[in-house]
Every structure is written in structure tokens, then in C-alpha cells.
């Protein structure tokens, strides 16, 4: 088969339109709400801190405010950014003389043309074999304003790979369940969890679809040291992952810093296997729990009550056949992560929670359910200080303004109806 042949599959798969409803007066309403319930618990008093509270009547205000923004543009007519705020001067260039046909970077697409599609087969079907390759052949320029996509075709790709900031706006998208693996621990990595991940990004507005990123190493045994082993390591200001698989056993999924969102995705391990100081949605992922004698789902490192990070599950499964994990534990003494709408197996330790052997982080960390089922989610032997959430106190976590994505989501991979 030609090279063609692929290009123009990729260029079919990777935009399949989906079908998104969701009204300006649901959006209103809901930002609404968000806002006036936070602004009454600041004012009357009530269950969760004044930090909290402010905390959700800014996520009201944001949402707001961005809903008046799209609505002026739209009146105007404009056609300036809507990923860099309003000033002019930000507005992305007209690079249609130079790239006909191109779509500008805020469509997360690229066109197919030479210069911003490139394909990796590892028959020689493609640009070129290996995944590095093609990531070396994009030029250095954290000023390019236009995607690239990398279209990878079937096969496993033993490769440890790093996209850096210096490679914003690139799209890699999977053709036949490709897996990208490597088998570092921290340990082997210079003694850095860090540096042991097999796939690591910090290029902004990156995006993965299709795409399954492994390590390879052992499961720890128990009291083991220094087996960290990171499959996906995410450090850029925005990223999305759409349909992707994250494989490994002890931290498999460093999600290091930063404004992410991933959909659809299965994620696998066994000990803080989703850690990090990330600001990120998990929407309709499988969580699946390997084989362990204790673990946790996740880490998260939020250092203090001002930091703008956490984990929110949304409409989430938590699988496993065997062992006892927490739903979190607080590597950040003010750790943030709630689930809402999640099925728990019952792989889930009824006290749910760990506070790291630090008794005082139970009184900064906020952990919290809204409406989750399963043998897992019961919250009867949970520990006292977590919570089940009340509507006002879950609609922070279940908007978009959670990560600010209305302003970066793309519009096709946003829920279809509103959670709240």
C-alpha cells in the first residue's frame, strides 16, 4: 500500500466529527449557580472552609466571565484568539498564504500537507520508522503557531521519548492500538521518578489520541525502593488525552503540573499510580487496580491552601480483581481529589483515605464523593475527614472551569450534556 493510503486513513480517523449539545442557558445557569452557592457559604457560614468557599465562587465568576466573552465575540464577529484572552495583538496570524487550506492551532487539527502531517510506520509505510525520528524532524520554535501532527501506525515502539516546550501544538495520533514502551525505574533513571517516565511532554496544547504509553518494569514486592516506573509524564500548560492507555504498576501516570484532560482513557497500576500537582479532569476513564497488597488510585502533591491544582473524576470506573487500594493518598500536605458519578469496586479499602502517616494533613486535605456506586463507594467506614459532597460543594469539580477549559477543551471532546 502507498504512503498516501495512510495519510489519508489518519486524516479520516482523526477527524470524525462527534456530536456535541450543550445550550448557552444551561451554561449560564450552571455558572450561576456555582457562584451564588459559594458567595451563600462565605456569607452564612457552613460545612468546608472560607477557603473553599472562595475558592468556588471564583470558579463561578471565571465560568461567567468566559461565557460573556464568547458571547461578545460572537456578536462582534471576531475571529481573534480564544486561547490567548482578548488582547489583539495575541490574535493568531493568517497563515493561509504561506500553509494553504491550514487550520489555525485553536481547531486542534492540522491539515495534511508535508510540512504538518507526518506518518511512522515501522514497514517503511511512512516518513519514517520510529516514533523519535519524526518528533526530531519538527523544528524547534515555542513561537509556532500552527499544529503538526504525528500519525503513528501499528506496532510496538520501543522507545523513550520527550517532547519538549520548545514543540508546542503537536497532535499524536494512534492507527491500530500502537504502545510506546520502555522499562526505567527510578532507580535505573539516576534515582529520579522523574526521569523514568518511557513518554514525557511538556510542550503546551499537546494532544494523544489513540495512543497507549507503557513501562515495562515488575511490580514491586512489598517494601521494595526506588521501583517507581512512569509510563506518562505530562508537565505542559495544557494537554489532552483522548482514548489513550496508560500502563504500569507504581506511579504509571506523573501528572507533574499543569492543566490536563483526559477522556476516555484507561489507566492501570497498583501503588499512586495517577500522582502529581496537576489541575485535571478524568472524564469516563477506567481506573483499573493490579494485583497488590496495599496502593492507592492516586497522590496528589497540592503544597498549600493558594495552589490552583487537583484531580477531579468525573462519571470514572475503579476495575481490579485482587487487593486493597485508597481511593488517595496526601503527598501534598493540601492534597485535592474528589469523584463524582464513579463506580468503586471493591478493591476500594473501606477507610478510603490516607493521610501519609501525617495526622495534621487531615485537617488541609479535601477528598470528597458526589453520588458514586459500587461495593466500593460506601461511605460508611470512610475516614471522618473526607466527605460526601452536597450539590454546591461537587459543581466546582464537575464544570470545565475546574481546569479553565472552556477557553482549551476541544468542543467535540466535551461532555455532551452538562454534569451540573
Known sequence: MSR?????????????????????????????????????????GGHG?????????????????????????????????????EDPSLAPPDLSAMFPGLKQYSDWESVVSPGTYIVVDQNGFGNFRGIWEAIDSIPNDVSRQYRITIQVNAG?????????????????????????????????????TFESATFGVGGDFFMAI?????????????????????????????????????????????????????KDCFIQGSIDFIFGDGLSIYHKCELNVVPTTSGAVTAQKRQNATDD??????LCWITGAAGQVYLGRAWGPFSRVVYSYTWMNDV???????????YTRQ?????????CSGP???????????????????APFLSLSFVDGEAWIPQYMRPVEPLV
Open 348 to 358: 476500594i479499602y473501606a477507610p478510603g483515605w490516607f493521610d501519609w502517616g501525617n
Open 210 to 262: 489513540n495512543m497507549t504509553f507503557q513501562n515495562s518494569a515488575p511490580a514491586p514486592p512489598p517494601g521494595a525502593v526506588g521501583m517507581q516506573a512512569v509510563a506518562l509524564r505530562v508537565t505542559s500548560d495544557v494537554a489532552v488525552f483522548y482514548n489513550c492507555k496508560i500502563l504500569g504498576n507504581q506511579d504509571s501516570l506523573y501528572d507533574h503540573n499543569g492543566k490536563h484532560y483526559f
Open 4 to 44: 498516501s493510503f495512510f495519510i489519508i486513513l489518519g486524516f479520516l480517523l482523526l477527524f470524525e466529527p462527534l456530536s456535541v449539545s450543550c445550550t448557552r442557558q444551561l451554561q449560564e445557569s450552571e455558572a450561576q449557580s456555582i457562584g451564588e452557592q459559594g458567595g451563600k457559604l462565605g456569607r452564612e
Open 376 to 394: 466500593g463507594s460506601n461511605q460508611a467506614g470512610r475516614v471522618t475527614w473526607s466527605h460526601e459532597l452536597a450539590d454546591w460543594e461537587a
Open 363 to 371: 485537617e488541609t486535605v479535601y477528598y470528597g464523593q458526589y453520588k
Open 156 to 192: 510496538t515502539y520501543r522507545e523513550k521519548l520527550y517532547i519538549g516546550k520548545e514543540k508546542p501544538f503537536i497532535t499524536m495520533v494512534g492507527i491500530g492500538d500502537p504502545v510506546i514502551v520502555w522499562d526505567d525505574t527510578k532507580s535505573i533513571a539516576g534515582n529520579r
Open 309 to 314: 491544582s487537583g484531580f477531579s473524576f468525573q
Open 49 to 85: 472552609s472560607e477557603e473553599f468557599a472562595r475558592w468556588v465562587e471564583r470558579v463561578g465568576q471565571k465560568h461567567r466571565l468566559k461565557l460573556e466573552q464568547q458571547q461578545a465575540r460572537a456578536m462582534q464577529g471576531e475571529n481573534g484568539s480564544r486561547l490567548f484572552g
